[in-house]
């Protein structure tokens, strides 16, 4: 067999070769991962969903996805509103999806509010914030940790960091932008859900998809 001569074509006919076979292979690999990747997904949000409204048993009987209007980075919000009912079909209130910009990346906080708006817990479902630093956000907020937000309400309490007099919540220490970026998360979830009431009771045209 006649030895192929070495040549740019024969150079970049191997690499784009190279390129095809690691592209398949990683497609095939992000097929075969792509299933239980989402199925972790699930179960931790169903987990969340549970622990921020109490911890009991309950059922999801409604999901509603809200798109507010453009911020001022020209980016739509999106909120993805969980309705909760225990086993006996009593109203437990919502569980709230909430994504906002932290130090290292996006913060996406799931917050629990019953029907009259007291936060009733939160979990961080994704977080790029630094180990040992904004990290903490997971247990600072709860019920036993020093910024504790439990059973407070957006629309009667300041929830915002105490640092320059913005609000009455002690922040992370160390961590004043992961504080309030998660601040905000919970604040943004609670206004997108009030909205989306206050456009049902008036008719308002509502930006909410139904799944």
Not at 22 to 40: D, K, R, Y
Not at 158 to 164: C, E, H, N, Q, S
Not at 176 to 197: C, G, H, P, W
């Amino acid at each position: 067999m006649k030895k192929l001569e070495s040549s740019l074509t024969n150079m970049v006919l191997v690499l784009v070769a190279s390129a095809l076979i690691m592209g398949g292979i990683l497609a095939l690999v992000n097929h075969i991962t792509e299933g239980p990747i989402n199925e972790q997904k699930e179960k931790s949000l169903a987990d969340g969903i549970k622990q921020v409204m109490g911890g009991g048993e309950l059922t999801v009987t409604e999901n509603d996805t809200i798109v507010t209007d453009v911020d001022k980075d020209g980016k739509d919000d999106t909120f993805v509103v969980h309705h909760a009912s225990d086993m006996k079909g009593q109203e437990l209130g919502t569980a709230v999806e909430s994504t906002t910009q932290g130090f290292g990346g996006d913060l996406k906080v799931l917050t629990g509010f019953d029907p009259n708006g007291n936060i009733l817990g939160y979990t961080i479902l994704e977080t790029t914030e630094t180990p040992g630093l904004g990290a903490k956000a997971d247990l600072w907020f709860q019920a036993e940790g020093k910024g504790s937000i439990i059973g407070k309400n957006p629309q009667k309490d300041k929830l915002a960091v105490t640092k320059g007099g913005e609000g009455e919540i002690d922040a992370i220490t160390a961590s004043t932008i992961t504080s309030r970026a998660f601040l905000k998360a919970v604040n943004q979830a609670y206004s997108a859900l009030t909205e989306k009431d206050t456009d049902a009771k008036t008719g308002a045209t509502q930006r909410v998809k139904q799944q």
